[in-house]
């Protein structure tokens, strides 16, 4: 029990500690290290979706033939519409952007950017949860140090978000305490969304294939739909691509050797 509670706590750890940095940087973060930790981040969750979760969907599967690749394919097309709508109704504005996406309304813009790393938050919280649930159930491959590892490349790259998210909002204008708890707050979804998942898998076990893919779904919208676009535009993009090839090969390197 002690390990599932840590699996689910260390990504909102990673947060926490990112989001301390508005405390010790005096300076809004260049732009350059921006897009180094922003393609470091997108390496990460793209590994963690096809080794931790993808490939486990498939190997959990038990269908036989060509059947067993729909779970997977539907889980992970669920995952991608899931996160559409949840971006398309919430109103948000991203990093280093003045354009409101989602449903208009009056909130603060330090509001809007905090629900952009909720949304952004709340997927691999679930990646995590669904990895804890396959390991409690005996009949998979799967084990609870494969999710505390998942867990760990999560909240590795959940530092250098916490410190992307908590300085521009002490831009905004608001203070270092305040920044800091709003940009802690954001990160407040992960375990709630790994326990929702640890919930719902128990209660349809089969589900199993479909929840692993539909978290990595979930992710990949994240990647591709905010995080490779931020990292990329403007000069200097190749940056974001050493990042991107670092975190890949480290959550890779993770998930083979401790998963």
């Known amino acids: 029990m002690i390990s599932i509670i840590i699996a689910i706590l260390i990504p909102f750890i990673g947060t926490t500690l990112g989001s301390a940095f508005v405390f010790f940087m005096k300076k809004q973060m260049s732009s350059n290290l921006q897009k180094l930790l922003l393609g470091f981040a997108s390496g990460v969750m793209v590994a963690a979706s096809v080794w931790s979760?993808?490939?486990?969907?498939?190997?959990?599967?038990?269908?036989?033939?060509?059947?067993?690749?729909?779970?997977?394919?539907?889980?992970?097309?669920?995952?991608?519409?899931?996160?559409?709508?949840?971006?398309?109704?919430?109103?948000?504005?991203?990093?280093?952007t003045s354009t409101q996406e989602g449903i208009k309304c009056h909130l603060s813009k330090t509001s809007m950017l905090s629900l952009?790393?909720?949304?952004?938050?709340?997927?691999?919280?679930?990646?995590?949860?669904?990895?804890i649930a396959g390991a409690l159930q005996n009949n998979l491959n799967l084990s609870i140090s494969a999710a505390i590892t998942m867990s760990l490349g999560i909240a590795i790259q959940n530092i250098p978000e916490g410190a992307i998210i908590s300085m521009p909002m002490k831009?905004?204008?608001?203070?270092?305490?305040?920044?800091?708890?709003?940009?802690?707050?954001?990160?407040?979804?992960?375990?709630?969304?790994?326990?929702?998942?640890?919930?719902?898998?128990?209660?349809?076990?089969?589900?199993m294939p479909y929840l692993l893919s539909?978290?990595?779904?979930?992710?990949?919208?994240?990647?591709?739909?905010?995080?490779?676009?931020?990292?990329?535009?403007?000069?200097h993009s190749n940056l974001s691509t050493i990042g991107f090839a670092v975190g890949f090969v480290l959550m890779m390197i993770m998930d083979v050797m401790f998963g």
């Open 53 to 96: 979760l993808l490939i486990p969907s498939l190997e959990v599967s038990v269908a036989d033939s060509w059947q067993k690749i729909l779970p997977t394919s539907i889980g992970f097309m669920a995952g991608i519409g899931f996160l559409l709508l949840i971006d398309y109704i919430t109103p948000h504005f991203h990093v280093n």
């Open 116 to 131: 952009a790393v909720t949304i952004h938050n709340l997927p691999e919280g679930m990646a995590v949860g669904v990895v």
């Open 171 to 207: 831009a905004e204008g608001n203070s270092r305490m305040r920044s800091f708890i709003l940009g802690t707050l954001s990160g407040a979804v992960e375990p709630l969304g790994a326990v929702l998942m640890i919930l719902l898998s128990n209660m349809i076990s089969p589900m």
């Open 214 to 235: 539909f978290a990595a779904g979930a992710m990949m919208y994240v990647v591709v739909e905010e995080l490779i676009p931020e990292a990329s535009s403007g000069k």
